[in-house]
């Protein structure tokens, strides 16, 4: 069966994580925001409640819109509520949008004597938001195939784990749930594996593992403040969602001396946004932006020569580096070379990028495996 997942703002990264979680389906078709994979059987909301990248996933259900293939679905949903109004909708992605066919589906419904509302939106495709809150069936229609949305994102979850938990560092930086959960799955570890955050700021990274079902975290930062709040917010979360099948270990400790308290090849993903660099303004002077890269690609390799050491072979270390977008100049981390002479090779396509067009410091999501 084919399906269509419909893709948040970083659409490469969002194509990867799911290639690495579902390499079982084969990619079909693809638009700006969306792909359609075909394989086999699965459970929508199951697979959506995994993925941080994908907004929602539909079933497809024809090759073209058509009245009467939108008209079976809403009455065979119908069938199963046992009457009541029926509350519908379209999202468009790579298509026209065409108003007039909701309206005349309506039209269809009234002469059935049918009750019904066709639920709009400002944007030509339906979000997550309103699926939920107006409990309607959200047709997706693209330049090829129709589907019926069987799957939404979980917005009230992420946001609690975001804006509800009670620890947070703006000033530091936050990492968005969404990324760390599509940061985990990019490391393709198993549930009982151990998974490291050295750089572990409130935690997020951890939280959204845990939260995920992972059973065996180890965290640490350099700020002592950091890692109380990691400590506050975990147990908040295995107080909220009475998980007691975890184990955490948060400790204060430099990224650079991890082998202190890690034992060697006792780790087999390690999963981390890493300090950035001092927040930037725009008008930084050229020498002084090549020192900062010079500090942090120090810092940097110094951190993966503890990494090699403690993951396992085959593990994985999914980091982010960050990319300067300044003015017209493009400023990088350029230490690949260096990192695959330390037994790492890079196993990520590239153009893994997560960031807001008004951002100065860009998100490059890079995947390394020890040999």
């Known amino acids: 069966m084919k399906y269509i997942f419909i893709l948040g703002k970083s659409r490469e990264l969002s194509l990867a994580e799911i290639k690495t979680i579902r390499p079982d389906l084969e990619l079909v078709q693809s638009g700006s925001d969306f792909a359609v994979l075909e394989g086999l059987q699965m459970a929508c909301q199951e697979v959506q409640n995994r993925l941080g990248g994908t907004i929602k996933i539909g079933?497809?259900?024809?090759?073209?819109?058509?009245?009467s293939a939108v008209l079976d679905q809403i009455l065979a949903s119908r069938g199963a509520s046992e009457g009541g109004r029926s509350n519908f909708g379209f999202s468009w992605h790579n298509t026209q949008q065409d108003r007039r066919f909701g309206m005349e589906i309506k039209k269809e419904?009234?002469?059935?004597?049918?009750?019904?509302?066709?639920?709009?939106?400002?944007?030509?495709?339906l979000s997550s938001v309103i699926i939920t809150k107006e409990k309607c069936q959200d047709f997706i229609v693209t330049p090829k195939f129709l589907a019926l949305t069987c799957a939404v994102q979980d917005f009230k979850d992420y946001s609690q784990r975001?804006?509800?938990?009670?620890?947070?560092?703006?000033?530091?930086?936050?990492?968005?749930?969404k990324l760390a959960k599509m940061m985990i799955n990019l490391s393709g570890a198993k549930f009982e594996?151990?998974?490291?955050?050295?750089?572990?700021?409130?935690?997020?990274?951890?939280?959204?593992a845990m939260a995920m079902g992972f059973k065996n975290l180890v965290g640490s930062d350099i700020s002592e403040r950091a890692?109380?709040?990691?400590?506050?917010?975990?147990?908040?979360?295995?107080?909220?969602?009475?998980?007691?099948?975890?184990?955490?270990?948060?400790?204060?400790?430099?990224?650079?001396?991890l082998l202190e308290k890690?034992?060697?090849?006792?780790?087999?993903?390690?999963?981390?946004?890493?300090?950035?660099?001092?927040?930037?303004?725009?008008?930084?002077?050229?020498?002084?932006?090549?020192?900062?890269?010079?500090d942090l690609e120090s810092l940097y390799l110094a951190s993966f020569g503890q990494f090699e050491k403690a993951l396992i072979s085959g593990g994985r270390v999914v980091i982010v580096m960050p990319e300067w977008h300044l003015g017209s100049e493009v400023y990088g981390i350029n230490i690949a070379d260096k990192?695959?002479?330390?037994?790492?090779?890079?196993?990520?396509?590239?153009?893994?990028?997560?960031?807001?067009?008004?951002?100065?410091?860009w998100r490059n999501i890079i995947i390394y495996e020890k040999i």
Not at 109 to 125: C, D
Not at 162 to 177: E, H, N, T, V, Y
Not at 229 to 246: G, M, R
């Open 59 to 67: 079933a497809v259900i024809g090759d073209k819109l058509t009245k």
């Open 109 to 125: 419904l009234r002469a059935q004597g049918i009750s019904s509302r066709l639920v709009e939106s400002k944007e030509k495709s």
């Open 162 to 177: 975001d804006f509800g938990r009670p620890k947070s560092d703006a000033i530091s930086g936050m990492l968005p749930p």
């Open 193 to 208: 594996d151990t998974i490291l955050d050295p750089s572990c700021g409130s935690g997020t990274i951890l939280s959204e």
């Open 227 to 257: 890692v109380a709040d990691t400590i506050d917010n975990l147990n908040w979360l295995v107080d909220k969602e009475k998980i007691d099948d975890c184990r955490f270990d948060v400790s204060k400790l430099d990224v650079v001396k």
């Open 262 to 294: 890690i034992k060697p090849k006792s780790v087999n993903a390690i999963i981390t946004e890493p300090y950035l660099g001092p927040p930037m303004k725009g008008n930084e002077g050229e020498p002084k932006i090549i020192k900062m890269i010079r």
């Open 339 to 361: 990192i695959e002479k330390m037994k790492f090779k890079r196993v990520d396509e590239g153009d893994l990028i997560y960031k807001r067009e008004d951002q100065k410091v």
